[in-house]
């Protein structure tokens, strides 16, 4: 009984091991295939981010991001912002070769440009994604409140301006609008604007102020509150044709732990100054004369007269006026006041120049008379000009900076070389007859 068992499990192990070698056998007849993937792996890399003004945190739409290699100027990507301000520059299929040091640049018109240093790494170029965020903040070059215009009257009024101090720090100035501000109690619509950073820094200010209408005076002074760096002795000035003027009543402005507190009386262009510039001096220097141009003209005149004759003469496409040896902006460029040190000086040549000098001579026709002797032609005439020099110096808190001016200040014509007697050799004038005795006298011959 057992052989028989073992006979049935025989068959079944052998019927088993057929069934086997029959799989097997289909497996092996089909294809098996093994894709080895041989593309290049990259990267993919973006650069995100936002651009916003650095006082007020608004996005700044528009601003240029430009990535480039460090070192080279060629552009490797760019982009603008938009959305309130965000970006995002992706650069697909990088390789190992493309890792390295980059330059981002952003550009906004109005701002200051910012650079900031990008590398690109990656361990191995792997089909890889990777994100970086940035974000700048861009100060203004003409960082400023905004206008506001307030109908001043009973009612007394505070205005918030945001801006920057002297340090390009954020900051918010107030301004304090009292009640009863005109006469009578009658109301007015006026108007205020904080000046940009710009001009705090050529006017020499940690505050430019502009008030409207320009010569409006009140009863009450309005007050104005902002923080700078402490410790500064600062007075009001007022702008007067072009001049900085220190106020005659409350000038002074107080200061507490760098919180500063000024009035204003009345409005034009003001400022808060820590400099005084009360007065200016201008010392004029002696005027030389020098030759600056000589010029022969071809004429055509005849004289058939006994006497002298004057012949029109014109001129045309000549130099006139004044010009400045060398321009105003680069005589005071490092001057502390310099726009206002270029509005003296102008205002100081008015007085002495019909028309203020240029950086060019103007062009000028006049018309003139030459003298021609009798019986002479003129073929042509010399023309020279005579410049003149003066320079004025001005003295700027101990500094003294030179103006030159160059004007023209005549023409004189000369004839000598030019004029040819055409009596000359041609039988006219006086004529002389000859006797027998060689003494016989001819009679003169009267032109006219």
């Known amino acids: 009984m057992n052989s028989k068992f073992f006979g049935l499990g025989a068959k079944l192990a052998l019927c ?37 003004n650095y006082a007020s945190l608004a996005g700044i739409n528009g601003a240029s991001v430009v990535l480039t290699k460090a070192g080279a100027e060629t552009e490797k990507a760019k982009t603008v912002t938009k959305d309130g301000g965000q970006f995002a520059i992706t650069l697909s299929g990088l390789t190992d070769a493309d890792r390295g040091d980059y330059t981002l640049t952003v550009k906004a018109e109005g701002y200051k440009d910012r650079k900031t240093n990008v590398t690109i790494f990656f361990e ?66 006026i108007t205020l604007i904080r000046e940009g950073q710009k001009e705090e820094i050529a006017n020499d200010a940690v505050r430019v102020w502009e008030g409207k209408p320009d010569g409006t005076k009140f009863d009450k002074s309005l007050v104005f509150t902002f923080t700078d760096k402490p410790n500064q002795v600062l007075k009001v000035y007022y702008e007067v044709n072009g001049i900085w003027t220190l106020a005659e009543k409350d000038a002074e402005i107080v200061e507490v732990n760098g919180v500063y507190t000024a009035k204003v009386n009345h409005f034009s262009r003001f400022k808060f100054s820590a400099t005084a510039y009360d007065s200016y001096s201008i010392t004029d220097g002696e005027a030389v004369m020098t030759t600056g141009l000589t010029k022969d003209i071809s ?20 130099a ?24 003296y000086m102008k205002n100081y040549l008015n007085e002495i120049y019909s028309e203020l000098p240029g950086s060019e001579y103007k062009v000028v026709d006049f018309n003139t008379e030459i003298s021609i002797p009798a019986h002479s032609d003129l073929s042509g005439v010399g023309v020279t000009q ?16 030179v103006v030159t001016v160059v004007a023209v200040e005549k023409y004189t014509f000369s004839t000598v070389g030019f004029v040819s007697d055409y009596t000359h ?13 060689l003494n016989a006298g001819g009679g003169i011959i009267n032109f006219e």
Do not use: R
């Open 16 to 52: 088993f091991v057929a069934v086997l070698g029959t799989l097997t056998s289909c497996y092996e007849k089909e294809d098996i295939k093994t894709v080895i993937d041989t593309t290049p792996k990259t990267v993919t890399y973006t650069i995100s981010g936002s651009v916003y």
């Open 124 to 189: 191995k170029a792997d089909n890889q994604t990777i994100v970086t965020h940035m974000d700048f903040a861009l100060k203004s070059n003409e960082i400023q409140g905004e206008k506001v215009e307030i109908v001043a009257g009973k009612e007394e009024q505070t205005e918030i301006f945001q801006g920057v101090d002297s340090e390009g720090k954020p900051s918010q100035d107030i301004v304090v609008v009292p009640a009863d501000l005109f006469p009578d109690g009658e109301a007015k619509t």
């Open 299 to 318: 004429l055509a005149y005849h004289n058939s007269l006994n006497a002298p004759k004057a012949f029109p003469f014109e001129v045309k496409g000549f």
């Open 320 to 343: 006139g006026g004044a010009k400045f040896e060398k321009p105003l902006d680069e005589v005071f460029a490092n001057c502390p006041i310099k726009d206002e040190a270029i509005n």
């Open 386 to 401: 005579t410049l003149k020099s003066i320079s004025y110096t001005m003295t700027v808190a101990g500094a003294n900076y």
């Open 425 to 437: 050799g041609q039988g006219i004038g006086h004529g002389h007859g000859h006797g027998d005795d």
